[in-house]
């Protein structure tokens, strides 16, 4: 992965936690010199919704340090202090101007979210579709299974019965995301049956024999569940836009 820079070509372009790293790495390095504490502490100060583990953090410095991106500049004592070099700083404005739209993107889909759970403020415009390399990042951030719990529950509390299939258009109307079709379905299945909670949703097969469709319908205990998964979602809606808001704001400083 880091001889001669493979590494970071193979990243480049695709919306990651690595990817965000190497660009915090970049702009904090770009006018002086840090320590490598000093620069996990910049990470999760600027990513504090989503802070990242150390020994991850090491790794993303070693492998810019192998490809050269960037260099130990000098040490005091036994602290290691490194600078960008002028490959860092190419890689630095080639992957901002590639990223930024991107995780703008995220952005405004999660305001999109949290708009439909809130109504606080003015509704958001239209948004197009994320690309589909996008969306399983985007889903890591947002936790796609609380949003996806709290749809179904709400659509289920109006109706007398649901299809998932119908509530996956739906996701991906509203937002242009939504989690993967079979991730959707362990979720649909597991909320038959929620170990901390209980029964969330009860489903019937239209023909039991063939099992090609599915209606679902809310329990009493999703009923009085769902207010509680209303709020938590609230949250971190909100954190997830403050997340992407940090790092654009951050990497364009």
């Given at each position: 992965r880091n001889n001669g820079g493979k590494g970071a070509d193979r990243d480049m372009?695709?919306?990651s936690k690595m990817t965000i790293m190497r660009l915090v790495i970049c702009k904090s390095l770009y006018y002086g010199h840090r320590s490598?504490?000093?620069?996990?502490?910049?990470?999760?100060?600027?990513?504090?919704h989503h802070p990242v583990a150390e020994r991850y953090f090491k790794h993303a410095m070693q492998n810019m340090n192998k490809e050269e991106n960037i260099v130990l500049s000098f040490q005091?004592?036994?602290?290691?202090?490194?600078?960008?070099?002028?490959?860092g700083r190419a890689y630095f404005h080639t992957e901002r101007k590639a990223?930024?739209?991107?995780?703008?993107?995220?952005?405004?889909?999660a305001e999109k979210i949290l708009y439909s759970i809130t109504k606080d403020g003015e509704p958001p415009?239209?948004?197009?579709?994320?690309?589909?390399?996008?969306?399983?990042?985007?889903?890591s951030i947002v936790s796609a299974?609380?949003?996806?719990?709290?749809?179904v529950l709400e659509e289920a509390q109006k109706k007398p019965s649901i299809v998932m299939a119908?509530?996956?258009?739906?996701?991906?109307?509203?937002?242009?995301?939504?989690?993967?079709?079979?991730?959707?379905?362990?979720l649909a299945i597991a909320m038959e049956d929620e170990p901390e909670h209980g029964s969330l949703l009860i489903g019937t097969w239209e023909d039991p024999r063939m099992r090609t469709k599915r209606f679902w319908r809310i329990t009493d205990v999703g009923e009085r569940f769902l207010p509680r998964?209303?709020?938590?979602t609230a949250d971190r809606a909100r954190k997830t836009v403050h997340f992407f808001d940090d790092i654009v704001t951050y990497v364009n400083e």
């Open positions: 372009g695709v919306l490598t504490q000093e620069l996990l502490h910049i990470m999760n100060r600027v990513a504090q005091e004592g036994l602290t290691p202090y490194y600078t960008l070099t002028k490959k990223m930024i739209p991107k995780l703008t993107h995220c952005q405004h889909v415009k239209n948004i197009s579709p994320l690309e589909a390399d996008d969306r399983s990042f985007f889903s299974k609380d949003i996806f719990r709290y749809y119908d509530m996956m258009r739906s996701i991906d109307t509203k937002f242009g995301w939504r989690p993967s079709r079979s991730y959707i379905y362990q998964l209303k709020q938590d």
